[in-house]
């Protein structure tokens, strides 16, 4: 089955017997063709910022442009704010100019780091102290482009990184909804706009429910729980 955004669901469940270990091992072939991230021409109406969205698509794109005040009903973290009209100010409104330095702006000043567990930090707390991981970036990425009216997405997924090292991880990154291109990725861990070297396996609105794996299990008799995980990525030319 499927989600709201278009994402392939398999659910299992489980009879309550106990068990010591859930092991969950997935072997994919995916080809992919978009060389190029920039094979489109945006709607003129929406080469400069603020964009004005149509009523239907501005209807159809609501939980893009609230993001967490869906869910929480809070305001735009005024430090992302400021951070995104800053560039808006610099760019002289352009849309992709916008996208392309902000890509830059957190690519260049942050540190990226890395924390296997938990929720993305708060957008303002990863610009504050220029670190954060890659789904720290994304989060940031997302609030700038809504606090000034352009959809975004989270993404989770894979990235091909350095071809010359085995380590592997789960990576983040944004999707921003431009008229006359669609959806398109830009990822601010590798200042990079998402061609063929990225793999998405989920995209939402919020980044909480982007995992590619969720679940919840109960532990008896005080017994401790432990994931690892094992990633192979083998790129063919």
Request: hydrophobic share 35%.
């Amino acid at each position: 089955m499927s989600d709201l955004d278009g994402n392939t669901l398999v659910t299992l469940r489980f009879k309550p017997d106990e068990t010591e270990t859930l092991s969950v091992q997935v072997l994919t072939s995916v080809e992919t063709h978009r060389t190029n991230p920039f094979d489109y021409l945006l709607e003129t109406w929406a080469t400069r910022l603020p964009i004005d969205y149509p009523s239907s698509l501005l209807l159809q794109l609501q939980p893009y442009l609230s993001g967490q005040q869906v869910l929480y009903q809070t305001s735009t973290d005024p430090i992302a704010l400021q951070l995104a009209q800053d560039i808006v100010q610099a760019v002289d409104g352009n849309t992709l100019g916008f996208l392309s330095e902000l890509n830059q702006r957190i690519y260049a000043g942050c540190k990226y780091m890395i924390r296997e567990t938990g929720d993305p930090l708060p957008p303002g707390v990863t610009w504050t102290t220029r670190s954060g991981t890659c789904r720290d970036f994304a989060v940031l990425f997302v609030e700038a482009c809504r606090a000034i009216g352009l959809a975004a997405r989270f993404v989770s997924g894979y990235q091909e990184g350095d071809p010359d090292s085995s380590d592997r991880h789960l990576h983040a990154w944004a999707e921003v909804y431009l008229p006359g291109g669609g959806w398109r990725g830009y990822d601010p861990t590798q200042g990079l706009a998402v061609a063929d070297r990225h793999l998405a396996l989920v995209a939402s609105p919020l980044s909480s429910y982007a995992a590619p794996i969720s679940g919840s299990f109960k532990q008896a008799n005080g017994a401790q729980a432990t994931m690892t995980y094992q990633l192979t990525i083998q790129g063919l030319t």
